[in-house]
Structure formats: structure tokens, C-alpha cells
């Protein structure tokens, strides 16, 4: 009797078949084994990771109820060790099953040796997690202060954690006094993330300080503010910010601290404000009988004038509206073509008398085209209040060569001079089909 069979041939040496084979296969099964292992470090130090799929997230979840049932033996086999209590507080937290955590981080923390701060630590994490701040903090201060580097570098994560609540539901004036203690702990050990914790520290003041100037507490925003700018000297928001409350106590303070904000970052100034405090100073200084500063202080004044009227443009300055955006193809050059349509409206009080714009065109995140157009010159002013003729633009990409995303977008600035552009208006077109 005859079988029909399927013959699998293999053309080549048989040894070097299965060498592949085998190394393949190890490459997968160390590839799960280092993935699971991946999985499990990162559940047990806290590190969730928010982006995972469907798939990674359902596969964690089962991890993490093998993990608690197998912990769950090692804890009555080995009833003593706070390692299991405290691995199985971790496993439940990321289960959130809060209650359950607690309870194995306090049974972690009564049988821990007496200088291991660890179960601590994660019991104040958790705490902080259910928003039980106080309470987070009452650990801290129960553990009190000991030359242990491991316990510093506790303290200071901690601080962190209730310095980030504390910021987000509001309570600047707390949420900075926690970045401070992190701060202190970690300026100790000279920890890597002292830099990022500043940076929270000094947003945490200029929100404190801004909360202050609305209830009309002065004094106590500029006290906050200095803080911070013992931190960031050159920090432009800091600067700005306590120049202006500086204007009626120390004016050339004031003077001092906005002039580096007009070098640093002219766009971000209110030169009306700058230009009162320099005739106020000019003022000040006649009254002294220095008759030579005041008028220095006035030609300044008149430079800064002239500067902010042929180098400044704000985007208030300027509205855009939009006649037309679309993107339509060239079947003979086999391009894709975006056209716009738009006019200008000069809401300024003053005239422009130097006006450019740039049209920059992207397909996905590679740009495709800029375009720079004159609008206005000396020869032809744009008055105040008046709108412009519409104004059309477009730009081509190739079928060939459009293959980076569905849509095609348009950015469009505007400035008097190059360096100080403004952003009007951004938007994009999904590319019509094309048909071959």
C-alpha cells in the first residue's frame, strides 16, 4: 500500500540545521526569562510601567497573583523573615489592595532589624499613595535622624513624594517645605536627582509667590522668590517676576533684574512697565541733583523704544484668520499640494512698518518646505487696525517621497526681525487618497 508523505528537505548540512535551530530557540526562551525577570524587578521596586499594552498588562497581573500566592507560602515557612512580609506589601500595593499592603508592611516593620529602614519606607510610599500624607510623615519623623546613607537617600525620596502631592492639590507653601528637606537629604549624599528636585522646589515658589501677590502679601512673594532665585539666578520667569514687585520697593533692583530679562529674552518683557520704572529712576536721580544719570537713564529709555518698535512683535499683536487650507494632488507631477489662504489683522495701537512671515511645511515630523515672505517695508506700512489682502501660500511634496505620516501640516511665524519670530497659527490636512 502506497502512503503519500510530505518530505521536509534540507539542503545543507544537517549539524549546521540544528546548531541554528537550538541557538533560535535559547534566544526565545532567554529573551521570556529575561523579560519575566525585567517584569518582576520592576513590580517589586515600584517602577509600573504606564505605557504596556493589553497583553503586558494582563501577563503582569498574573505574575503578580503567582508572586503573592508563592510569597504567601515562603511567609508561613519562613515566619520571621520581614523580607516576605515586605516583598508581599509591594505585591499587594500594585494590586491596590491598600488595606492588605498596610498590613504586611506594619508585620514587616515589627520583625525588621532595627537598622533597616526599608519596611519604613515602603510604608510611607504606600501612605503617600493613599493620600495619607500625615501620616507618611509621622514615620519620617519617628525614624528621626541617623547617619545612615540608605536612609537618607529614604528621607529624601519620601519628601520628594509628599512635596509632589502636596504641589498638586494646591498647597504650595507645604509642597515647598517638603522639596527643601529633599533637597537637604539628598544634598547630603550628593544623590543624582538633587537637580530635578530643585527644579520643583523653585516652581513650587514662584506658585507660592504668585498666590501671595494675589492676596496682596508683597513682602512675603518676594521672600519666596529670592529662594528661588538663590537657586536659579538665570531662570527668566524668577527675574521677570521679582522685578516687577521690586519696582516700588527697589526700583533699581528692579532696574537690575528686568534688564537682564530684556538681554535674556526680550519677548518676555512688558516694556510699558520698563519703560515707567527708567523715567522713574531718570526722576529719582534729578532729585538728587545728578542731573547726568537721569538723562542716561532717559536716552536708554529712547534706545529701548526704538528697539522694541523695529525688533518686537507679540502674537497679541497680530490675528490670523484663515480663508482657505487644504491639500489637494497633481496627478501629471504626481505631488501632493498644500494651499493656504489667510489675512492679517494689526490689533496693535502702533503701525508695522517691517513685517515678515515664515511658512514652514512638514510631512510628519520632516520639514518639506519654508517659505519667507516680505509683507511689509518701509515703503508700505501696516496701520493699526487695518487687515491685509489675503495672502496665499503653498508648497508640493511627491507621492514618492510623502510616505512619513497621513497628514500634512503647515506652521506659520511672524516677525519684524529674525531672532524674535512669533507663532500664529499651526494645523494640519489629512492627504487625499491617491488615485492611480
Aim: glycine share 4%; net charge neutral.
Amino acid at each position: 500500500m502506497n502512503k503519500n508523505r510530505a518530505i521536509i528537505r534540507f539542503d545543507g548540512n544537517a549539524g549546521d540545521y540544528w546548531k541554528t535551530f537550538f541557538t533560535t530557540l535559547f534566544i526565545v526562551v532567554m529573551f521570556v526569562v529575561l523579560n519575566i525577570f525585567y517584569m518582576v524587578h520592576s513590580i517589586l521596586n515600584g517602577e509600573v510601567n504606564q505605557k504596556k499594552n493589553n497583553v503586558d498588562a494582563v501577563f503582569e497581573s498574573y505574575l503578580v497573583d503567582i508572586l503573592i500566592d508563592k510569597n504567601n507560602q515562603f511567609a508561613k515557612v519562613y515566619p520571621k523573615n520581614y523580607a516576605v512580609n515586605m516583598r508581599l506589601g509591594i505585591l499587594y500595593s500594585y494590586k491596590k489592595d491598600y488595606i492588605a499592603a498596610e498590613k504586611e508592611f506594619k508585620n514587616s516593620i515589627e520583625k525588621s532589624l532595627s537598622y533597616d529602614y526599608a519596611p519604613s519606607y515602603q510604608l510611607a510610599k504606600l501612605y503617600v499613595k493613599m493620600d495619607r500624607l500625615q501620616d507618611a510623615q509621622e514615620i519620617m519623623d519617628k525614624i528621626g535622624e541617623k547617619p545612615n546613607k540608605k536612609l537618607i537617600r529614604f528621607k529624601g525620596d519620601i519628601y520628594t513624594l509628599l512635596g509632589d502631592s502636596y504641589f498638586n492639590q494646591g498647597y504650595y507653601a507645604l509642597s515647598a517645605i517638603k522639596y527643601d528637606k529633599a533637597l537637604y537629604y539628598y544634598k547630603v549624599i550628593k544623590f543624582k536627582d538633587e537637580k530635578i528636585v530643585k527644579e520643583r522646589y523653585v516652581n513650587a515658589c514662584i506658585a507660592l509667590a504668585d498666590k501671595f501677590v494675589e492676596i496682596g502679601k508683597i513682602d512675603e512673594a518676594i521672600m519666596t522668590l529670592e529662594k528661588a532665585y538663590d537657586l536659579k539666578p538665570n531662570m527668566i520667569t524668577i527675574n521677570y517676576k521679582l522685578g516687577l514687585l521690586y519696582i516700588d520697593n527697589d526700583p533699581y533692583k528692579a532696574y537690575d533684574l528686568l534688564s537682564f530679562v530684556h538681554k535674556k529674552s526680550p519677548q518676555s518683557m512688558n516694556y510699558d512697565v520698563y519703560f515707567d520704572l527708567i523715567n522713574k529712576l531718570a526722576n529719582i536721580e534729578e532729585s538728587k541733583g545728578n542731573p547726568t544719570e537721569a538723562e542716561l537713564y532717559r536716552k536708554r529709555a529712547k534706545y529701548y523704544q526704538t528697539f522694541v518698535k523695529n525688533n518686537l512683535l507679540y502674537d497679541k499683536d497680530l490675528f490670523i484668520s484663515v480663508n482657505k487650507l487644504d491639500v489637494n494632488t497633481d496627478i501629471a507631477a504626481q505631488d501632493y499640494i498644500m494651499n493656504m489662504q489667510f489675512t492679517l489683522q494689526n490689533n496693535s495701537s502702533l503701525d508695522i512698518e517691517n513685517l515678515s512671515i515664515r511658512a514652514v511645511f512638514k510631512d510628519g515630523d520632516k520639514v518639506i518646505q519654508t517659505l519667507t515672505q516680505k509683507i511689509f517695508d518701509e515703503t508700505r506700512v501696516f496701520e493699526a487696525g487695518t487687515v491685509t489682502p489675503p495672502i496665499s501660500i503653498s508648497a508640493s511634496e511627491s507621492y514618492n517621497g510623502s510616505n512619513r505620516g497621513d497628514n500634512l501640516s503647515v506652521d506659520i511665524y511672524a516677525y519684524k526681525y529674525p531672532k524674535y519670530q512669533v507663532k500664529l497659527f499651526s494645523d494640519s490636512v489629512k492627504k487625499p487618497e491617491v488615485i492611480e
